[in-house]
């Protein structure tokens, strides 16, 4: 996964950054076994629902392989 610096640096109403721990958190929770388009669709939500109200100040980009 690979993911810009405007997901870590999102912030949530009260002002906190989601940062790297919680970002390889919400990786390990949203991929795992699940297949990408699912996993995809599941760090979104988490990623929507971190952010709350707040404003987006910067790009979000989110890449995912999978390799076998």
């Known amino acids: 996964v690979i993911a810009s610096d405007g997901i870590l640096?999102?912030?949530?109403?009260?002002?906190?950054?989601?940062?790297e721990k919680m970002m390889e958190q919400l990786v390990v929770s949203s991929y795992g076994d699940k297949n990408l388009i699912n996993a995809h669709h599941s760090m979104e939500a988490h990623l929507s629902s971190f952010q709350g109200g707040s404003e987006q100040l910067d790009d979000i980009t989110l890449v995912a392989i999978r390799m076998y």
């Open 9 to 19: 640096e999102l912030k949530n109403a009260q002002n906190q950054m989601l940062g």
